[in-house]
């Protein structure tokens, strides 16, 4: 099941310069983790979605079977069509105008805004895409996740247990969280 289900939605957020640039977040529904984030500054139509999309699958080996997003009109752009379809990719739309069938997606987003967004300032493009990209290590390998039994959402190997006596924190996110590591 893991790689076959995938969401993706959009939400607009705002530099410093008040610049307005749109994010667009791909997530992997069965695993709970961010596969990418595609970033655009300024109107978003049909072309610039399908280099939204595929930059948030930049070195990511598989595509998954289907992929979940909302009604927005920008999803009906011929392009957006034409993408899936040479991804082969069959695309499942939720209920129109209800928010919680796309439910965790949208938990994504307030998370994201929440614990990234709303605590650091970008600057331009690539500031706020190099901020998220730390924020997608931070999430996928370090911040637990209540729904996975206080796991993060990448099954790796566990780290060595901290001895209480001999520890040090780890910085993520450029000093916005700390994590305790084995020393």
């Not at 959009?10 to 983790?33: I, K, N, P, Y």
């Not at 109107?43 to 930059?55: K, P, S, T």
């Not at 999430?139 to 796991?151: I, M, Q, V």
């Not at 959402?153 to 305790?180: F, I, M």
Request: a positive charge.
């Amino acid at each position: 099941m893991k790689d076959s289900l995938w969401s993706v939605d959009l939400f607009r957020c705002e530099s410093a310069t008040l610049r307005t640039h749109w994010v667009l977040v791909v997530m992997d529904q069965f695993t709970r983790r961010i596969i990418g984030f595609g970033l655009h500054a300024g109107a978003v139509a049909g072309i610039a979605l399908c280099r939204m999309f595929n930059r948030a699958l930049r070195g990511h080996r598989s595509i998954p079977k289907y992929l979940s997003s909302d009604n927005d009109p920008l999803y009906r752009f011929h392009q957006w069509q034409a993408n899936l379809r040479i991804l082969e990719v069959a695309e499942i739309k939720t209920v129109p105008y209800v928010p919680l069938s796309h439910p965790f997606v949208e938990r994504l987003i307030g998370t994201v805004r929440r614990e990234c967004l709303d605590r650091t300032l970008f600057w331009t493009t690539a500031d706020l895409e190099s901020k998220l990209l730390d924020f997608k290590t931070y999430f996928n390998h370090h911040r637990t996740h209540s729904a996975r039994a206080g796991r993060p959402p990448e099954d790796a190997s566990p780290p060595p247990v901290a001895n209480l006596q001999s520890y040090r924190w780890k910085s993520h996110c450029r000093g916005l969280y700390e994590t305790p590591i084995a020393a």
